[in-house]
């Protein structure tokens, strides 16, 4: 039997509430395969952490996940801890180190889920964004001086390189290929940004001829939300940099029907490090402790995990057990507009997976 090992850490807020109910599903989707079991080891990491070391994660954290099958994540952040804190001192604290350099988020209409778009039909919206996810305008690299003073200065310097830029379209073109319209979409912002973007876009033509099979196009990215919200049909796979596709994804997210339903994976393709799986959205405080998040964001991540460690056949049943209950417009929760608690929605997708055959 395949064992793997988990580290979780659920973070901050509804964080804590939607990793213990996406624990409970794996734990009860292993059960009924029979084929593979989970260890999960928990991590006690964030705000409550800080408020009570100073560091968000102690400082051989990063060493005690190192070998870990994958990493498990809610949520950071904190209404009375700046923003940039938490973010820098958990999540990117391990995605960068961790070279978690591809960021793949899929979205789709799920049944029983209403898109704000009037127009949308089922199938219409089915798209992968894949986002860069170790460079460009979140590579850390910037600075502040002469705080408060008149000739305060700031800078976040956008990087890019060749071999960071390379990587990400090929994956790209890769995922595209795997996926039965071949196609993808560049976004770019080449027109007013002239040095980076030029280079992402000339290495796209150049990555573009070793995957002749796969069609391409390229978007501005301001251009993009429109056709993303007038014609979601023409899209496929896009890939974007880290400031753009964090954009693209929370508009990508709102039209295929919430936040709380979009699931993301940061993967180290060539496995040198543990990848990490994780719901979109953030701690959500006005809502935490109520048990009313949606887990479905999460347990979306848990079949995008269940891929990674080789259980596709796994990921198709939790796959298909999350279908069921969102069908069900009684099981949403009221980021969907509807009544159910998590405890609710997660008993239901427990039920679907033992109920499947
Ligand atoms: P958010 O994603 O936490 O919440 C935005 C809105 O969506 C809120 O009204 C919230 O109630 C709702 N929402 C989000 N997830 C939901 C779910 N599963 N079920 C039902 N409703 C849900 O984003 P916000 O408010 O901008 O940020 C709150 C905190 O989270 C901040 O500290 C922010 O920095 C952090 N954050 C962390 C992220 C991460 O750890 N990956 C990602 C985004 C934000
Ligand atoms: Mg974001």
Redesign the pocket.
């Known amino acids: 039997m395949n064992r793997y090992r988990i580290a979780a850490i659920p973070?901050?807020?509804?964080?804590v509430e939607?990793i213990a109910a996406g624990i409970e599903v794996l734990d009860r989707l292993a059960a009924r395969d029979g084929g593979f079991a989970f260890d999960f080891e928990h991590f006690d990491w964030g705000t409550d952490h800080y408020k009570r070391h100073g560091v968000m994660m102690p400082a051989d954290g990063l060493a005690r996940i190192r070998h870990h099958d994958a990493i498990f994540?809610?949520?950071?952040?904190?209404?009375d801890v700046p923003?940039h804190v938490?973010?820098w001192g958990?999540?990117l604290a391990i995605c960068q180190p961790f070279d978690q350099y591809a960021n793949v988020r899929p979205t789709r209409v799920l049944p029983g889920i209403e898109s704000p778009l009037r127009r949308v039909k089922p199938g219409d919206l089915d798209w992968v964004i894949v986002r860069e996810n170790s460079e460009g305008e979140y590579a850390g690299h910037g600075g502040r001086s002469h705080k408060g003073l008149p000739e305060e200065v700031a800078t976040d310097v956008s990087v890019f390189t060749r071999a960071g830029v390379a990587r990400i379209m090929r994956f790209a073109f890769a995922l595209a290929r795997s996926r039965p319209r071949r196609h993808l979409t560049v976004v770019t912002k080449s027109n007013a940004q002239r040095h980076a973007m030029v280079m992402w876009d000339d290495i796209a033509a150049e990555v573009a001829a070793e995957f002749p099979d796969v069609c391409w196009d390229k978007m501005l990215v301001d251009a993009m939300t429109m056709r993303m919200t007038l014609r979601p049909e023409t899209l496929d796979t896009i890939v974007a940099t880290n400031l753009h596709a964090d954009i693209l994804s929370d508009l990508a997210a709102a039209l295929a029907g919430?936040?709380?339903?979009a699931p993301t994976a940061n993967l180290n393709p060539e496995r040198s490090f543990p990848s990490m799986f994780?719901?979109?959205?953030?701690?959500?405080?006005?809502?935490a402790g109520k048990g009313?998040?949606?887990?479905?964001?999460?347990f979306w991540t848990s079949t995008l995990m269940l891929d990674h460690l080789g259980e596709p056949e796994a990921a198709r049943r939790l796959m298909r057990a999350i279908e069921q209950v969102t069908a069900d417009e009684g099981l949403h929760?009221?980021?969907l507009g509807g009544r159910a608690t998590t405890r609710e929605v997660t008993d239901a997708v427990i039920a679907a997976i033992e109920g499947d055959n």
């Open positions: 973070g901050d807020g509804i964080g939607v994540f809610g949520a950071v952040g904190a209404p923003d938490t973010l958990l999540r919430s936040l709380g339903i994780e719901p979109i959205h953030g701690s959500a405080f006005d809502i009313i998040a949606n887990p479905v964001g999460t929760t009221p980021d």
